[in-house]
Nanobody, 125 residues
Framework: QVQLVASGGGSVQAGGSLRLPCTISGLAASRNCMGWFRQAPGKEREEVASFRTGGTTYYADSVKGRFAVSRDIAKKAIYLQMSSLNPDDTAMYSC???????????????????WGQGTQVTVSS
């Protein structure tokens, strides 16, 4: 019943920008522990930008100042705005969530356990 579908990927030149939406079904868009991950071939999946507990937003050091995560509650979607892209950003991008009820409990941490359909982003020099 839960679906997270990322889209908006494509091929861009270095220095360009791209905006990725993730549509959400079966979960509240206001949910804690939702965000964006990426994985390049032969590399570990990494957390890129996410809404964590305690009202905090997380960004990987490699994307700080370049990427921004946002959400639209009415549209049931989260977004990843990417700018100043470089070839190291090339990866499959997916949105993810922690489906545990404990995400609503103060002081709890995130354990991402559900990854949705991803979208490919390719950045060329």
């Amino acid at each position: 019943q839960v679906q997270l579908v990322a889209s908006g990927g494509g091929s861009v030149q270095a220095g360009g920008s791209l905006r990725l939406p993730c549509t959400i079904s079966g979960l509240a868009a206001s949910r804690n522990c939702m965000g964006w991950f990426r994985q390049a071939p032969g590399k570990e999946r990494e957390e890129v930008a996410s809404f964590r507990t305690g009202g905090t937003t997380y960004y990987a050091d490699s994307v700080k100042g370049r990427f921004a995560v946002s959400r639209d509650i009415a549209k049931k979607a989260i977004y990843l705005q990417m700018s100043s892209l470089n070839p190291d950003d090339t990866a499959m991008y997916s949105c993810a969530a922690d489906l545990r009820d404990s995400v609503w409990v103060g002081g709890s941490g995130c354990r991402y356990n559900y990854w949705g359909q991803g979208t490919q982003v390719t950045v060329s020099s």
